[in-house]
């Protein structure tokens, strides 16, 4: 089998600003993680983020990966449930 080539940088996780305009505490890991599995399976079959944000495909579908939109992807997580399924 190929090995999967890299098709990108995607920034998953919630910033520090975001954090401090909630004002509560998280497992930040915790949330990052949830929405890495989240992104993992909003993706199309074949193409993988990992958790340093590097995304790869298989070579049959690197172009596609290669054009995705991550901001829209992103913008399907329901992120508010995340954080309150991680809050401390």
Do not use: C
């Not at 999967?4 to 998280?26: C, H, M, N, Q």
């Not at 590097?54 to 399907?76: C, G, H, M, S, T």
């Amino acid at each position: 089998m190929p090995e999967p080539i890299e098709v990108g940088l995607v920034s998953y996780t919630l910033s520090a600003e975001t954090y401090a305009g909630i004002g509560a505490d998280f497992d930040t890991e915790a949330v990052d993680d949830a929405i890495l599995a989240r992104l993992n399976e909003l993706v199309p079959a074949g193409v993988v983020v990992h958790r340093n944000g590097k995304a790869f495909a298989d070579p049959d579908v690197a172009e596609i990966a290669r054009n995705l939109d991550w901001q829209r992807l992103l913008a399907q997580i329901d992120v508010d449930q995340i954080l309150a399924d991680h809050g401390r």
